[in-house]
């Protein structure tokens, strides 16, 4: 039987992510097909993790050409993995695509699951406009603007959403 990736969890397919909602762990599930008479059973499942701008694969420590690196989860199990590295490093502005495949014990590869994302790490900027400054007896109401990408320079900046701007008063 051929093993295969039911899915990759983490990151979620076409989603920002940042600092602030991180995209690591990795992770994912994979199952063999156990009806049959006598399975493989899956033996290990890989991760490699693409800069599709520059093409240049994650090789467990850095960014660099020559791949896919096809490196081994190193977390849970292999019906439900997770990969996390310390030294990786994720740079603004930047889109990815996280490649998973299943290998089970007669050396059946799975098809290979992918799930893309952007990794967008500038913070975005706010300005009251409404009142404005000085002092006020009563405020009727509060207006401004934010943007995520103030001078046009990004191309996969994640957007503020229709909720994601909060006014607090004191």
Do not use: C
């Amino acid at each position: 039987s051929i093993p295969t990736i039911t899915a990759i969890t983490l990151p979620v397919n076409n989603t920002k992510y940042s600092g602030v909602q991180v995209s690591t762990p990795f992770a994912g599930t994979s199952q063999d097909v156990t009806s049959q008479m006598n399975p493989s059973h899956i033996s290990t499942v890989t991760v490699a993790l693409v800069d599709t701008a520059s093409g240049t694969w994650f090789n467990g420590t850095d960014f660099v050409g020559g791949g896919p690196f096809w490196l081994g989860v190193n977390g849970g199990s292999t019906a439900s993995w997770t990969f996390n590295s310390s030294v990786l490093r994720l740079h603004n502005d930047r889109e990815y695509r996280l490649e998973a495949r299943a290998r089970d014990r007669a050396d059946n590869y799975s098809t290979v699951k992918t799930s893309t994302f952007t990794w967008d790490e500038v913070v975005p900027v706010s300005r009251v406009t409404t009142p404005g400054t000085g002092y006020s007896k009563a405020i009727t109401s509060v207006g401004g603007t934010a943007d995520d990408d103030a001078g046009n320079s990004y191309s996969n900046e994640a957007g503020i959403s229709a909720s994601g701007v909060k006014v607090a008063i004191k």
